[in-house]
């Protein structure tokens, strides 16, 4: 890896340490007054509400950049549950939420208030997510893979859970490994179930198996392997 990307990567963690997410925002309130707020832990950088793309409307949820780590934590221990026109703020990781929403992204497209997207029936979640993650350009998949990197150093508790309460996100980033030929077909399946058969992992253009079963929590090979990456 050259010194460039190294720099580029490391700019990109350090934000991401600095920052965190904030969610359930009312649709009135604005980037200033959000900045008036969380300044009362610290100097805020910088405070950017996300607005949809094709309204023009916002998402209901931001990120709030700090000077440091120390700052962005007091406001998670400070600032989550705040009450802002009738609703209770919700500060967390910026991290973790926002490979969550690449997920989301990646799932179902922009939602507007529910970060985690539609339900998927767990029948048909292998299916959903075979065909998207084999759908996404190379610089997506990288994207999402590091994401998960930056999360699972940052914070490696906070990694865990996610993939705890989202095997499917789990699910999708061993598709895309398997894609992007980071790990062997072979080597996924004995993640997934190493006694078990399993849906083959579809490479693009592959037509999904009917009824394909994903169970309910990720496997712990799976866990142990995006952990200890």
Do not use: W
Not at 28 to 52: C, Q, R, W
Request: with cysteine.
């Amino acid at each position: 890896m050259d010194k460039n990307k190294e720099k580029e990567e490391q700019s990109i963690m350090d934000k991401s340490m600095r920052s965190v997410f904030v969610g359930n925002i009312p649709y009135e309130a604005t980037e200033e007054k959000l900045k008036d707020i969380f300044s009362e832990v610290g100097p805020v950088l910088s405070f950017k509400l996300v607005f949809d793309r094709e309204t023009g409307k916002p998402k209901g949820y931001g990120f709030c950049e700090y000077k440091d780590q120390e700052t962005a934590l007091s406001a998670m221990r400070n600032l989550n549950g705040y009450e802002i026109g009738g609703r209770s703020l919700r500060v967390d990781n910026a991290c973790t939420e926002k490979s969550r929403m690449e997920m989301q992204a990646l799932m179902q497209g922009p939602q507007v208030e529910n970060p985690y997207g539609d339900p998927v029936e767990p029948e048909k979640a292998p299916e959903a997510i075979s065909k998207a993650v084999a759908t996404l350009p190379p610089e997506q998949m990288f994207e999402l893979m590091k994401q998960m990197k930056l999360c699972i150093q940052n914070n490696p508790t906070e990694a865990r859970n996610m993939l705890l309460q989202n095997p499917q996100l789990a699910y999708a980033l061993l598709q895309a490994q398997v894609i992007m030929r980071i790990v062997d077909p072979a080597t996924a399946v004995s993640m997934l179930h190493p006694s078990n058969p399993v849906p083959p992992v579809l490479q693009p253009g592959d037509k999904p198996p009917p009824n394909p079963y994903m169970p309910s929590n990720p496997p712990p090979g799976l866990l142990l392997y995006f952990l200890n990456e």
